[in-house]
């Protein structure tokens, strides 16, 4: 059975929030298997979004990135079509 951990996940910088906020110095962590925690990632940002990592693989602030909620990082509804 495969473990849950916690996964970060990164954006580009064309990728904004619903109300336009850029992501592209942002990462958002959530939990799961990693089956799981890219199924959720897909379920709130379709393909819209960068890589995912392991939690720790690497240091945010080595590149001023910072965390944000996952119920921020909703697809504009302009973007949803695409999806």
Same mark, same amino acid.
């Given at each position: ?30 939990? *799961?298997?990693?089956? $799981?925690?890219?199924? @959720?990632?897909?379920?709130?940002? *379709?393909? @819209?979004?960068?890589? /995912? ?7 945010? /602030? ?11 990082? *909703?697809?504009?509804?302009?973007? /949803? $079509?695409?999806?």
């Amino acid at each position: 059975m495969e473990t849950k951990e916690a996964y970060m996940f990164t954006f580009g910088t064309n990728h904004v929030t619903e109300d336009g906020m850029s992501l592209g110095s942002c990462y958002v962590v959530i939990e *799961g298997t990693y089956d $799981e925690a890219r199924k @959720k990632m897909f379920h709130l940002r *379709g393909e @819209k979004w960068s890589m /995912q990592y392991e939690y720790g693989e690497f240091n945010p /602030q080595d590149y001023n990135m910072r965390l944000v909620p996952t119920d921020i990082i *909703g697809i504009p509804k302009t973007m /949803q $079509e695409a999806i």
